[in-house]
Each structure stands twice: as C-alpha cells, then as structure tokens.
C-alpha cells in the first residue's frame, strides 16, 4: 500500500552519507554550488525517470538516490473523531 511508505533521499558527498525527507529538505542544508546540481534541474532529472528506472543522478561532486521508505501505520498523535 502506497501510504505506508514515504520518499527518502540518500545524499553521498565526499564519502559522507547523509538522509533527507525530500529533495527541498536536503537543499535546506546543501547549496546547488555544494551539490553541483539546483533543486529545479534535479526535480526535473527525476520527474523524467520512469518509476522502474533506479532513481540514481550522479555528477562528480556526489551521488543522490531517491527512494521509499516504509513506515509503519500509527494512530499516535491523532485526535480521537467524536461518533455522531
């Protein structure tokens, strides 16, 4: 079931791995200059893969991969819904 998973980048940059939520999260800490690709160019790089393609850029700078990630259903933190 698709909403038992979520989207994870897996950013490896000078031998350092590191993980974010999405693309925008990991350009909260990275710049396009540090990465050697923008937000946009790699958004679109995506985008155009088809969803049985490995979800792989690499530049020289870095290696990026998007995936899923499965999270188990929970029910905490939720409010209670009142029956009618």
């Known amino acids: 079931m698709e909403e038992n998973y979520r989207t994870i980048i897996h950013l490896e940059i000078n031998g350092i791995h590191e993980y974010f939520g999405s ?3 990991m350009y ?3 710049t396009a200059e540090e990465l050697g690709i923008s937000k946009a160019s790699l958004n679109n790089y995506f985008s155009k893969l088809s969803e049985d393609a490995p979800q792989i850029y ?6 990026i991969r998007k995936g899923k990630m499965y999270v188990k259903p929970t029910t905490r933190g939720r409010k209670k819904q009142e029956s009618e």
């Open 58 to 63: 690499e530049n020289k700078i870095c290696t």
């Open 28 to 30: 909260d800490k990275h």
């Open 23 to 25: 693309p925008s999260s």
